[in-house]
Structures are given as C-alpha cells and as structure tokens.
C-alpha cells in the first residue's frame, strides 16, 4: 500500500510554520499571552479571564461545493473549523468573523454561504459580527472561505494538557464524516478514479457530493456541558494531522486500542487510493472528530452527559512515554511533528 503520493507534505508545512513562528520577535509591553505557540488555539491574559483568538478556513471542500454548485453547508464548515480549536482550552466561543475571497459575484453563492454561516454559529452560540468579502479574479480561480473568532475562558478553567498522566482515558466524540480536512487528497483520488460528484461511492446510497459535503460536527454545547461537570485534562480537536493531534496537549504515550469504526467513506478513499493505516490516520480523522482526555473516576459523568448528544466511545488510554499507538492496525506515531 502507498503512504501518500502528490498531496499534503505535512513535513515541510510543519517547517513552514515554525520558521514563519520564529520571526515573531516583537511584543507588546503591557500585553500577555498564555502558552506558547503550537497550540489548538491562542490565549490572550485579561487577568481574570483569558480571550481565546483563532482562525482557519474551509481549505479545497469548497472545490466540492462549486462543482456541485452547493454552498449552503460549507458556512458550518467555516465556523466549526475556528469553534472545535477554541473548545480545546475551556474556552467559549463568543463572536465570529468570516471572510470570503471570489472570482466574480453571485448573490446566490452569498445567499447559501451567510445561510450555513447563520447555522454554524446557531450551533456554535455565537454571533457573526461582520466579516470582508474579495472579488479578486487575478488572485483566485475559486472561493475561499475563512473565519476568526474569539472566545472567553476563566483563566481557572483553562485545560492546557498539563495534569494529564498515566492511566487516564481516551474518550472519542464520533465525526459526521471527513469535516474540513483531507480534502486535497480525496479530490486526487476521485480524479484518478474517475469518480464524479454525482456518482456513489461502492456500498453507499448517497451522492459522493453530498457524502463530502456533509457539514463538520461542532462540538461547542457538548464540551460546555462537560466543563463544570467532568476533570477535564485534554481537549483535542482532530483535524489536519489526524489522530497525531493528540500529542500537541502533552508528550505521553497515548493507546488507541478500541478505536471507532471509520464511515464508509473512508473504507473507500483507502481503498481507492491503495493507502495505508498510518497515511490514513494522519490525514483524516477516522470517525473520530473529536478527543476529551479524563480520568476514570469522571467515566460515568462524561458518558450521561454526552448521552444522546454525540457518538461517544471510550478509545483508549494514557501511559507514561512518548508518542500515539494503534495496535490493531500496527500503527505507531511518534509524536505530532
């Protein structure tokens, strides 16, 4: 089986942002951050609160939606893409920005987008409060979408990864399929396979645009109900980089021993592209979207509350060392990058 071919080199974008990182030297006098760089999503100290600040796109998703010519859910994408990041600190998102990059104007492309825009942040509980739209042909040959939001955390509450430790559980919140990342990748294998939008994929009853379009799960409600209720100690948003997210809360030895039953889709993309259990682990998320590290004495409150909310499944667990197992598959990570 191949580990990739001409997509992501997610090496070399590992380089570009640290090198682009180290060039912020400046910083204001009277003005902190908490953490560092690297993390799901950038805190700013308020003293008693922490603002959290992130932003994030729809990436080539919006590819699908222009060639099935159906823009009505990738606002959904564009706000869980920013939300499901802010989540992992504690943090509630509060307001939201988008902004749209275009090759000419279409009043029914604005209508779909500001529709799912509207949906995503009803389900997020947050308000859009403006944004900046570009009609900039010599720049781009499709529409790219993209959103900052901020949110508010008590800086008491904040989960950073740090009491993470040996012996604690995995928990997986189930995806609602690809979400927003991969997508570079599974455009390369439906055009090698030629495989078009309104074709199924082998063994599927829908469409492969409504399978691909189907909206990025937003967790927002969900973590907030845990917040107050459950020893929260890692927070994970499983996105570009697949299962080896996990790794960014904190260097352990993270074991995925019962993991979650990918949706057909990606059964098939694998297939498809003759790829393996590690290229396929770290570039989408396998059914899981989402990951809450806790300890086994929070078990029952993480599983009542979650019940009948989102696919929750206990996935593994946490051992001192270094880096992401999958015994099942033979898969081994040695850390994020």
Request: with cysteine; net charge negative.
């Amino acid at each position: 089986m191949k580990t990739g071919g001409s997509f992501v080199d997610r090496k070399a974008q590992g380089e570009f942002v640290s090198t682009l990182i180290r060039q912020f030297k400046y910083k204001r006098g009277d003005f902190k951050t908490i953490g560092s760089f690297g993390g799901f999503t950038s805190l700013v100290d308020l003293g008693t609160f922490a603002i959290s600040f992130n932003t994030d796109n729809v990436g080539t998703k919006t590819m699908i939606a222009e060639e099935a010519n159906k823009y009505d859910t990738i606002g959904i994408d564009c706000i869980a893409m920013c939300v499901n990041d802010a989540i992992t600190s504690g943090s509630e998102p509060l307001a939201m920005v988008d902004y749209i990059q275009l090759k000419t104007v279409d009043t029914e492309v604005a209508r779909q987008i500001g529709t799912g825009l509207n949906v995503g942040a009803q389900m997020a509980n947050l308000t859009m409060v403006g944004g900046e739209t570009a009609i900039v042909p010599d720049l781009v040959s499709h529409i790219d979408l993209s959103g900052t939001s901020i949110g508010i955390v008590q800086k008491g509450q904040i989960v950073n990864g740090e009491r993470i430790e040996d012996g604690d559980l995995l928990f997986s919140l189930g995806s609602s399929g690809i979400h927003s990342n991969g997508f570079t990748t599974v455009r390369s294998v439906l055009a090698k396979n030629e495989i078009g939008i309104d074709d199924k994929f082998p063994g599927d009853s829908k469409r492969v645009s409504e399978v691909l379009l189907e909206p990025t799960r937003i967790y927002v409600r969900e973590i907030l109900d845990l917040l107050n209720i459950v020893n929260l100690k890692g927070l994970v948003n499983i996105t570009g980089g697949g299962v080896r997210n996990i790794s960014r809360v904190k260097d352990m030895r993270y074991v995925i021993d019962n993991p979650v039953e990918p949706q057909n889709v990606f059964k098939k993309i694998m297939e498809l592209g003759n790829f393996d259990y590690p290229f396929m682990y770290e570039t989408f998320n396998m059914g899981t979207g989402f990951v809450v590290v806790t300890d086994e004495d929070s078990k029952r409150d993480l599983l009542s509350t979650l019940k009948g909310k989102v696919p929750v499944r206990e996935i593994g667990h946490v051992e001192n060392g270094s880096g992401i197992d999958l015994p099942e598959f033979g898969v081994t990570f040695k850390g994020y990058y």
